[in-house]
């Protein structure tokens, strides 16, 4: 079937803004997560879904950034008041539980805050 | 807490040449620890992973790496580099006592020379 597909592919938007970052996971994978990548930076851990589970939200670096994820499938990531900062590439990933460490990414959303 | 330090950036080889890209982690607990690869415009890929068993894993492509506990590092090399190895690198940890988040290094390019 199909991979992880995330949407919109490009998004730039003005300082102050609110936006919202969708990703579609692999059917059946009950681990989702949320990544970004900075410039010249790693991975950057954000949000972890698993299953039905309250979802691990450390990595989040402040409360303008949350998530949800409904029915266990589509999960939106949404940013409110981006800064300058918040410019990355933001990486959806799924798992399926019984394969640990096996991430399947999707391509990603490019954002830029102007 | 977990971290994972990557201490190259930058690495380049000649083809034909040994590779060797190196990690050291920081974990509280028994870590999980895995290498991924990331083509251009391709996502990442799992190479290899420990959990625990063989301190030295073989994974695909030729890679392996080796599990050092007092060394706290998990370098992966390869005897002989080829063209197609031209990517970049990521270690990445996770332990199941925090909810199996993974934390991703930095990442190393690799360039390989003809």
């Known amino acids: 079937g199909a991979g992880v597909s995330q949407s919109p592919s490009n998004k730039v938007t003005e300082k102050g803004k609110d936006v919202e970052l969708r990703c579609d996971p692999i059917s059946g994978h009950t681990a989702l997560y949320w990544y970004r990548q900075s410039l010249g930076q790693g991975l950057e851990f954000l949000i972890y879904?698993?299953?039905?589970?309250?979802?691990?939200k450390s990595g989040l670096p402040s409360d303008r950034f949350s998530a949800e994820r409904t029915g266990g499938s589509v999960s939106t990531l949404t940013i409110q008041r981006t800064q300058q900062e918040d410019s990355a590439v933001y990486l959806c990933?799924?798992?399926?539980?019984?394969?640990?460490?096996?991430?399947?990414f999707g391509p990603g959303t490019r954002l830029t805050v102007l | 807490a977990q971290s994972v330090t990557q201490l190259d950036s930058h690495v380049s080889v000649s083809e034909g040449t040994p590779v060797l890209l190196r990690c050291n982690y920081s974990?509280?607990?028994?870590?999980?620890l895995f290498w991924y690869v990331q083509h251009p415009n391709k996502g990442l890929q799992l190479l290899l992973k420990y959990t625990s068993a063989a301190t030295l894993v073989k994974g695909i492509n030729g890679f392996e790496a080796e599990f050092k506990k007092s060394e706290t590092s998990f370098h992966l090399t390869k005897p002989s580099a080829h063209m197609s190895d031209a990517a970049e690198y990521f270690c990445?940890?996770?332990?199941?006592?925090?909810?199996?988040?993974?934390?991703f290094g930095t990442g190393t390019s690799l360039t390989v020379i003809p």
């Open positions: 990445v940890v996770s332990v199941s006592e925090t909810g199996n988040q993974f934390y």
């Open positions: 974990s509280s607990y028994s870590p999980s």
């Open positions: 990933a799924s798992s399926p539980s019984s394969l640990a460490g096996r991430f399947f």
């Open positions: 879904f698993q299953g039905n589970s309250a979802p691990d």
